[in-house]
């Protein structure tokens, strides 16, 4: 069993910065490949960003890359997604997620955490 509380999500307006951070506690969190997931109102939840169990390998949906960055500790056992550059567009709940096989898809999430809100104001 793996527990996941995300954190860092808030308000802030078009072009600006923002970071959401994953604390996770329960079982190893190193044999977890992580990830981020958002969902807009009426949308389906979509992947946005993986990071590999060592921190090596990371990769990004299109609509966020160069724009969003993920990083895990290992050590603390949290993973980040700094967001940067935002748009009104990036508007959902962020979810954090958890699976045991990298890369990360929707159907191979073993543990989610419970949403963070980020809105963007234009």
């Known amino acids: 069993q793996v527990q996941l509380v995300e954190s860092g999500g808030g308000l802030v307006q078009a072009g600006g910065s923002l970071s959401v951070s994953c604390a996770a506690s329960?079982?190893?969190?190193?044999?977890?490949?992580m990830g981020w997931f958002r969902q807009a109102p009426g949308k389906e939840r979509d992947f946005v960003a993986a990071?590999?169990?060592?921190?090596?390998?990371?990769y990004y949906a299109d609509s966020v890359k160069g724009r969003f960055t993920i990083s895990r500790d290992n050590d603390k056992n949290t993973v980040t997604l700094q967001m940067n550059s935002l748009k009104v567009e990036d508007t959902a709940v962020y979810y954090c997620a958890a699976a045991g096989v990298y890369p990360i898809e929707l159907h191979t999430v073993g543990y989610w955490g419970q949403g963070t809100q980020v809105t963007v104001s234009s």
């Open positions: 990071v590999s169990w060592s921190g090596g390998g990371t």
């Open positions: 329960g079982r190893t969190f190193s044999r977890f490949a």
